[in-house]
């Protein structure tokens, strides 16, 4: 079975449409649709349906995809279990100030021999496709729904969610606030993608409180929202605990705990059960010695409260 033909049919798959596809192969649209009806014609089978919006998968295809990446991902093995050079682990860490870049510094600082490659992209959506083709070793991520076949996860770090409001803001003289007491802010969190993970946190965060959630206007990243937040009067903004301050903050700027309880966003490291990298397995037990937060009531997700009712682990989460 030619490998081209797999990737090329991945590829598609994934990306929904065949320019796509050829943009990511950097090939042309053609070819991308030659090496396609080439698998189909060797398996006998019709593996996508075209329609205007694009490619889409028949039950055929949907069958085939989960072998295709097995055998992309043992192709990649193979090549990588004779090669000289030791491969750097890569892990995405979605952002270098969020709390996986946090975890994955540390990590490189208690294992400065290990190469190490970290990569930023857009989430859940992005990480998981790079995760089952073996463009990366591991993510760190939340994930409201369950994972597809062979990719394993544990709970990295459960992270409390403070606020951040300006020195003329009514809470600005607090040091600590009850969820309760923020139904009467409006909280702005630009750049919530739609149908991303931190979205469904927010969402159902904002649900069980009554929560009010601005996630309108362009994200021009950390340095302009806290400006925004420094100068406002009544809106605040959510700050995960662990989330890094590069370079000084705007003058009079405060960061409050939310209590009663205290929000925590579930960052789990998700790996491919496949994968033989000899540097993973470091990484996982790292991160399972890594210390979790004293909270003494915390909030998490409905579905994760369900698993955390039969196992106190936080593996189990």
């Known amino acids: 079975m030619n490998l081209d033909s797999l990737r090329a049919f991945v590829a598609v798959a994934e990306e929904g449409q065949f320019r796509y596809a050829a943009d990511r192969l950097r090939l042309s649209q053609q070819a991308v649709s030659k090496r396609v009806a080439a698998l189909e014609s060797s398996l006998g089978v019709t593996l996508f349906e075209r329609v205007p919006t694009g490619a889409l998968l028949t039950a055929d295809g949907r069958t085939f995809l989960p072998h295709a990446h097995a055998v992309l991902i043992a192709a990649?093995?193979?090549?990588?279990?004779?090669?000289?050079?030791?491969?750097?682990?890569?892990?995405?860490?979605?952002?270098?100030?969020?709390?996986?870049?946090?975890?994955?510094?540390?990590?490189?600082?208690?294992?400065?021999?290990?190469?190490?490659?970290t990569l930023v992209l857009r989430g859940l959506g992005a990480a998981l496709p790079a995760l089952l083709s073996g463009e990366i070793d591991a993510t760190f991520a939340y994930h409201p729904d369950p994972l597809p076949a062979g990719v394993e996860s544990m709970v990295a770090y459960l992270e409390p969610?403070?606020?951040?409001?300006?020195?003329?803001?009514?809470?600005?003289?607090?040091?600590?606030?009850?969820?309760?007491?923020?139904?009467?802010?409006?909280?702005?969190?630009?750049?919530?993608?739609?149908?991303?993970?931190?979205?469904a946190f927010y969402q159902e965060l904002s649900a069980e409180f009554g929560l009010t959630i601005d996630s309108t206007g362009p994200n021009f990243g950390f340095e302009d929202l806290i400006g925004t937040i420094a100068?406002?009067?009544?809106?605040?903004?959510?700050?995960?605990?662990?989330?890094?301050?590069?370079?000084?903050?705007?003058?009079?700027?405060?960061?409050?705990?939310?209590?009663?309880?205290?929000?925590?966003?579930?960052?789990?490291?998700?790996?491919?059960?496949?994968?033989?990298?000899?540097?993973?397995?470091?990484?996982?037990?790292?991160?399972?010695?890594?210390?979790?937060?004293?909270?003494?009531?915390l909030w998490l997700p409905e579905r994760l409260r369900r698993g955390s009712e039969h196992d106190e682990r936080p593996e189990a989460l």
């Open 76 to 117: 990649r093995h193979a090549v990588e279990s004779v090669q000289r050079a030791a491969r750097p682990l890569r892990v995405d860490i979605l952002g270098a100030r969020l709390l996986p870049g946090v975890l994955m510094l540390d990590f490189h600082q208690a294992h400065p021999e290990l190469p190490l490659k």
């Open 161 to 199: 969610h403070e606020i951040v409001v300006g020195a003329g803001h009514p809470l600005a003289n607090r040091t600590s606030v009850a969820v309760d007491e923020l139904r009467r802010y409006t909280f702005w969190i630009p750049g919530i993608i739609e149908g991303s993970e931190w979205g």
């Open 231 to 297: 100068e406002s009067r009544s809106l605040v903004t959510f700050w995960g605990e662990r989330t890094r301050e590069l370079g000084p903050w705007p003058r009079g700027l405060r960061r409050l705990r939310v209590v009663d309880p205290t929000p925590v966003y579930p960052w789990s490291l998700i790996w491919l059960s496949a994968n033989k990298h000899p540097d993973l397995d470091t990484l996982i037990e790292h991160v399972r010695r890594h210390p979790q937060p004293a909270v003494d009531q």
